[in-house]
């Protein structure tokens, strides 16, 4: 009979306590991976390596790369700047999408097609370059779902939404920075931001549908629940980031074109805060306050929703391995 030694038991013991906390879903963040390594960040040396019975051989991530998941947040194993760059590309990246997004209102030849169309491009563009340092959520009520479907942690998802927020308020300031105030007004409302109808514009048959507060609330969470699960399922079931990237960037083209003459810019809680607080300042107008909360409460509702529908569907699914 053989005997283990105490560096097989030792990776045992760490391939278990591995194994349980993968189960329990415990995630640094939830990164999109590209490339054809992104399942074998680190091979064996040497054959006697690969005999032993280890982390390294039932996970196909090392250990090294578990132990910094796990303890991230403490500042005794982990750098500052490593924990502080994700919620700062989650800023950056949320500042482009709401920038670019609102300048996406110049397009008035179609804008209903033009403006969904560009915005899922525009949201596959940002996945591709901020999704393999912090998953490019640029949306808090993902933040919160990927939260739940424990692919975050909480203070971590704490700093994301704030910077998200953060961010999209600068986008948006940029907006007006790069814009007339006349022309700062009719890109908002031709990019159905600012909801005010304009008297003896021609476009307003075009742009507008009546709808009361209780259908946009129905139309907005479902939306919701669409984009957030467009996006945790391919990241909860595959590692294959450009599945992930193309999936939400299809659901937000999608989302755009059927909410656009009802909701507007809808499914991003921190680009319409953004938005709303700029349109009361240079526009003079609060309306668009009035029915705020409705879409508050959508987004939190529809990430509740759609961790909910995500668990049945990856039910089945072994449980992925975040660095």
């Known amino acids: 009979m053989s005997i283990w030694t105490p560096k097989e038991i030792r990776n045992v013991v760490m391939a278990t306590a591995y194994t349980h906390v993968a189960n329990r879903n415990f995630a640094h963040v939830a990164r999109l991976r ?72 110049v397009a008035n030849e179609v804008p209903l097609l033009s403006i969904s169309l560009f915005e899922g491009l525009l949201l596959y563009m940002l996945s591709i370059i901020f999704g393999p340092r912090s998953g490019a959520h640029v949306n808090p009520a993902l933040t919160l779902s990927c939260f739940m479907m424990g692919q975050c942690r909480l203070i971590l998802g704490i700093s994301m939404i704030f910077m998200q927020c953060f961010g999209a308020f600068f986008g948006a300031l940029l907006t007006r920075a790069v814009l007339s105030s006349p022309s700062f007004t009719d890109v908002l409302h031709v990019a159905r931001i600012l909801k005010r109808e304009r008297k003896g514009s021609l476009t307003d048959d075009l742009l507008f549908m009546a709808s009361n507060n209780a259908e946009d609330f129905f139309l907005e969470s479902v939306l919701s629940v669409m984009y957030i699960l467009a996006y945790i399922v391919p990241m909860s079931t595959s590692s294959n980031g450009y599945a992930t990237a193309s999936s939400t960037a299809i659901a937000k083209a999608l989302t755009a074109f059927i909410g656009y003459r009802t909701l507007g810019q809808s499914t991003n809680i921190a680009r319409m805060l953004a938005n709303n607080v700029m349109i009361s300042i240079f526009a003079l107008d609060d309306s668009n306050w009035a029915v705020f909360y409705l879409y508050l409460l959508a987004g939190v509702l529809a990430s509740f929703a759609a961790v909910v529908i995500a668990k049945l569907i990856t039910f089945t699914e072994q449980p992925r391995n975040y660095d």
């Open 34 to 105: 590209f490339g054809s390594d992104r399942l074998h960040p680190e091979a064996p040396s040497s054959s006697r390596d690969s005999g032993q019975i280890g982390a390294r051989d039932r996970n196909p991530a090392s250990l090294d790369d578990f132990d910094r998941s796990v303890t991230a947040l403490n500042p005794k194993t982990s750098s500052i700047i490593e924990f502080i760059s994700i919620p700062f590309s989650e800023f950056i990246a949320t500042f482009l999408f709401t920038f670019l997004s609102n300048l996406l209102g």
